[in-house]
């Protein structure tokens, strides 16, 4: 079974495809609460060769190098070590897979390093090319952007990518423990301006005090259940598709045999006229 999750419709921008506050609402309340019990590490790969063939949907984390890529992915797990983290940017230079249970989480290599070769950069370019090609396997990406700071140049390249190849994300801050409510407030509101993003579709976290975590669980759960409607409906497609196309076989096998027959029937009349 294949996952899709895409908005044919919009852009990428928006977690929930533009929908409106009101229908935003009705599926928060449908949709049951999300819990993840024993996440744990599945592999790394190094080149798009690598990647799994997933059997479950997968949301993807990416941002920046030190933007907190491995505290955001222990926060959701409930664990402090499952995602490795450094004190030294650019040490995540392969995809790195975690079963989350209903999903694969999949932590990118960060960008932007500057001490990084720039041919290390280009082959992680390309893994990331690679990666997100795949989309029916891709059901949304977390465009992970520091609350403390302005979007960078490498940050906005990211969001235009995403724009353009309609991959559906959400923009989550981090380290929003950092700051106080009021100056997180106002920085959500800035980031949201510079990015070009309406602030409703950005959410706040921050690790230390599971800021913004039980919201960022209430959007998984809502992917995911769009992605089960999405298979349901495909399955449906298909079983439709392959009863039409067996219905039109033998339909014409009908056809083939009605031909015979009346072949055959006509050749005994002439032989009998010749008789």
């Not at 923009?171 to 510079?194: F, H, N, P, Y």
Request: hydrophobic share 40%; aromatic share 6%.
């Amino acid at each position: 079974m294949e996952y899709l999750y895409k908005n044919k419709t919009a852009g990428a921008n928006g977690a929930n495809g533009e929908k409106s506050g009101a229908e935003q609402e009705k599926m928060r309340k449908k949709t049951p609460s999300l819990v993840i019990k024993n996440a744990k590490f599945v592999t790394s790969a190094a080149t798009s060769a690598q990647f799994i063939k997933a059997d479950k949907p997968m949301i993807a984390v990416c941002g920046k190098s030190n933007v907190g890529k491995s505290t955001f992915i222990n926060m959701l797990a409930g664990q402090k070590r499952l995602a490795k983290t450094s004190a030294a940017p650019g040490r995540t230079r392969l995809v790195n897979y975690f079963d989350f249970g209903e999903f694969y989480l999949v932590d990118l290599p960060g960008y932007g390093y500057a001490e990084v070769s720039k041919a290390e950069k280009a082959k992680w370019a390309k893994t990331l090319d690679k990666f997100f090609e795949n989309k029916r396997e891709l059901a949304h990406v977390c465009l992970l952007l520091d609350s403390r700071h302005d979007p960078t140049a490498d940050d906005l390249q990211m969001l235009n990518y995403l724009n353009y190849h309609v991959v559906p994300f959400t923009a989550v801050l981090t380290k929003g423990d950092k700051l106080s409510k009021m100056k997180l407030k106002e920085q959500k509101i800035r980031i949201a301006a510079k990015a070009g993003l309406a602030a409703g579709n950005i959410i706040a976290t921050g690790a230390e005090k599971n800021i913004g975590k039980a919201e960022i669980l209430e959007k998984i759960a809502e992917i995911l259940a769009l992605a089960r409607e999405t298979n349901a409906a495909e399955a449906h497609t298909d079983e439709e598709n392959e009863k039409g196309n067996n219905d039109t076989t033998a339909n014409g096998n009908g056809a083939a045999d009605g031909n015979a027959a009346a072949a055959a029937a006509n050749g005994n009349e002439i032989a009998g006229k010749e008789e």
